[in-house]
């Protein structure tokens, strides 16, 4: 009897499954994640974002030559039309950002460069740490990423806030109770360096006439805070070189960070004794402080503390100081147009945060109600800048702890900004500008605040 050969039915299900798993595996080797068409995609962005920043960076080079030559060592907004005929030139087809710093590079694809003292940054990747350098990151707007902090995810809006954090894990969790591990600090822009200086705040809702001090700093004067009020020389206390480093920064890198919350301190034992300081939400806020007996004082003060920050902190990247009045005017400025739906002036024009900061700081009238206990970064309301003391993504600058800053008056006081869990929220708004006696008065409505300059 013959025997008809052939495939059984479960060989040729088999047969069928192996070619399709056989077919799987093609399609995913070509087309997956990680496939080849992927990978070679992606091998030509990166050739391509090569070239492209390679142009920028002759350009550059280009332009510092020409700067050399008349004795100027780097490259502003006024080198911008100069870059950009160089950019033609290379037939790189990119754009400038006017009157940006650092300066924005645009190319057609979406690409964005930053220049910064005549070098092309690499871009920040954000929940990402900056390793090796600092990065530049885009995003209406351009910030300098410092090496060893990451943006931290959810506030990646340099118009609204960049904040970035020393603890790479730190995320953004509007409306829960997370508490971020890391110090956290807010990029202030300051587009046009000319416009970065001190200027009157408001007291009652009307405008302060103040007798600070000049900048005498910028020509390497400064006031001592004690004896007859004389000038001295650069180089007789180092705040003339700070604070002319500090300057220069906010010039060369288009801004600086200041501390998301008032500096805190954490918890201690024994009564009296401080634990560290930090820059945190939710921890105890450090008052009770003075200024210092001198600008260069060896003991417990603020100005020391606030120096200290960033070698406690072991940051490489970054000086910490007491922030500055011209710091705190920057942010004010930024602040400007920020709308209080709370205000209680009957002129519509001065409705605004840091004219009358009612029910956006912790005051007289609100504290006993939600925080007592004066700790940093606690929320009034649901997070939207006319019902929160969340400004720009920056805490507490109206509200809570007055705070001293780098700054002394021509009556040779120093000053204290926004008001206190004391004061009227009325009278005494975010831009506040009050006197003290910072070698004596260190009560408990007085903190102070860090700022980080590159």
């Not at 480093?245 to 288009?254: C, F, H, L, Q, T």
Request: charged share 25%; proline share 1%; net charge negative.
């Amino acid at each position: 009897m013959r025997k008809n050969k052939g495939i059984t039915l479960i060989a040729l299900v088999i047969t069928i499954i192996v070619l399709l798993i056989l077919a799987g595996v093609s399609i995913a080797t070509l087309l997956g994640e990680n496939g080849i068409l992927n990978q070679a995609t992606k091998a030509v962005e990166k050739t391509n974002s090569a070239t492209e920043k390679e142009k920028v960076q002759l350009a550059c080079n280009a332009q510092m030559s020409k700067n050399a030559e008349k004795g100027k060592y780097t490259i502003d907004v006024e080198d911008i039309n100069d870059i950009q005929e160089e950019l033609d030139s290379l037939k790189a087809g990119a754009k400038i950002t006017e009157n940006s710093n650092p300066i924005e590079v645009v190319f057609p694809n979406g690409n964005i460069y930053a220049i910064n003292n005549g070098k092309v940054l690499e871009q920040a990747k954000v929940g990402e740490k900056v390793t090796g350098k600092n990065k530049a990151y885009t995003n209406n707007g351009t910030a300098i990423i410092p090496e060893g902090f990451t943006i931290v995810p959810g506030c990646d809006d340099v118009s609204e806030g960049l904040v970035i954090s020393d603890d790479e894990g730190d995320t953004e969790e509007i409306g829960k109770d997370k508490i971020a591990e890391g110090n956290q600090f807010v990029w202030v822009p300051v587009k046009n360096f000319d416009e970065f200086k001190r200027e009157n705040g408001y007291l009652n809702g009307n405008l302060q006439s103040c007798n600070f001090v000049s900048d005498e700093i910028m020509t390497g004067k400064w006031y001592e805070p004690e004896g007859d009020g004389e000038t001295v020389d650069e180089g007789a206390n180092t705040i003339v070189k700070e604070a002319q480093e500090m300057y220069k920064s906010v010039k060369d890198n288009g801004g600086f960070y200041i501390g998301r919350y008032e500096t805190g301190t954490t918890e201690a034992n024994g009564i009296g004794i401080r634990g560290k300081m930090v820059c945190k939400k939710g921890v105890t806020v450090y008052n009770s402080i003075k200024w210092g007996n001198s600008i260069n004082d060896e003991k417990e003060a603020a100005i020391k503390i606030a120096r200290e920050f960033a070698t406690q902190e072991n940051y490489t990247s970054v000086t910490s100081t007491l922030c500055y009045g011209v710091q705190w005017d920057a942010v004010m400025k930024w602040m400007k147009d920020i709308d209080n739906i709370n205000a209680t002036n009957e002129d519509v024009n001065k409705n605004k945060y840091i004219i009358d900061s009612t029910k956006m700081g912790w005051y007289k009238e609100n504290y006993t109600e939600g925080n007592a206990d004066h700790k940093t970064g606690i929320d009034i309301g649901s997070g939207e800048n006319n019902k929160s003391n969340k400004v720009k993504n920056i805490y507490d600058m109206a509200g809570n702890v007055a705070e001293v800053i780098m700054e002394v008056s021509t009556n040779l006081n120093q000053s204290c900004r926004g008001g206190a869990f004391c004061d009227s929220s009325v009278s005494y708004s975010m831009s506040n500008r009050g006197n003290y006696n910072g070698s004596q008065d260190f009560d408990s409505y007085y903190g102070f605040r860090v700022t980080l300059y590159l």
